[in-house]
């Protein structure tokens, strides 16, 4: 299973090179930590951005922490209305 003599295969569905840097796939530690769709994004896009697509993956992480940052707002202002309303 080579390229070349002595050279593997990239696995790219499986186990792509730029997401089994380090001891730990970044799916495993996003699954470990339970982690939404736009946090383990945030962490998938982070973690890739010097193996794969640069600074457009830092972008991208961007976009879903202004993203989560939006939700989180919504969340507390509704939480803080219901408050509100509750007495």
Avoid: C
């Amino acid at each position: 299973m080579g390229s070349g003599a002595d050279t593997p295969f990239e696995d790219l569905v499986n186990s792509p090179l730029h997401y089994t840097k380090g001891s730990i796939e970044v799916i495993d530690f996003i699954l470990d930590q339970q982690m939404g769709y736009m946090q383990g994004n945030v962490v998938k896009y982070v973690s890739r951005y010097k193996y794969k697509n640069g600074l457009e993956d830092l972008k991208k992480a961007e976009w879903y922490i202004k993203k989560l940052i939006e939700v989180q707002e919504d969340v507390e202002r509704r939480s803080q209305t219901k408050q509100k309303t509750s007495y």
